[in-house]
């Protein structure tokens, strides 16, 4: 039986996974998004200063790619594909059921931070659209019926 707790991954171990490589920014920070689901602002400052990369340098990166958020999100991410086949497959009707049952926005946090909720353009799967993606797991072909009983599974 594993009794140890798993160790927490610093941004110093992200940078060092990557051997401090200027060219390895991208990746740098998708690992940090995985760690911390968002990209703090203090994460970025210590990037900037072990890295010796200007804080707008990195800023520029992080707010030119949609994958990359600046702002706190959830335990649990749901996006919900607004690519064309699941437009035509009712992905509007899925996004207002969610932002009623969550009782939030698009692009906002629930309150307990278990769900953040974002749309996304085409997940790649779009034959089986309607397509909800959460926490990486693909919902496929999901109606607004559905949506109460898996957020319960979150
Ligand atoms: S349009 Fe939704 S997965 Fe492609």
Same mark, same amino acid.
């Given at each position: 039986m594993k009794t140890a707790k798993a160790k927490k991954i610093t941004v110093k171990d992200i940078i060092k996974k990557y051997g401090g490589?200027?060219?390895a920014m991208i990746a740098i920070l998708q690992d940090v998004q995985e760690e911390f689901r968002y990209l703090p602002k203090a994460a970025l400052s210590s990037i900037s200063k072990q890295m010796e990369v200007p804080l707008t340098r990195i800023y520029e990166i992080a707010t030119f790619?949609? $994958?990359?958020?600046?702002k706190q999100r959830g335990k649990n991410l749901i996006e919900v594909c607004a690519g064309t086949a699941c437009h035509v497959q009712g992905a509007a009707r899925l996004m207002d059921r969610m932002e009623r049952d969550l009782a939030i926005k698009c692009g906002e946090t629930t309150k307990d931070k278990m769900f953040s909720l974002e749309e996304v353009r085409c997940?790649?799967?779009?034959?089986? $659209?309607?397509v909800v993606r959460i926490s990486g797991n693909i919902h496929p072909n999901l109606t607004q019926d559905e949506v109460p009983k898996i957020l319960k599974n979150y």
């Open positions: 490589d200027k060219t790619y949609n $994958a990359f958020s600046l997940l790649g799967c779009c034959s089986l $659209a309607p």
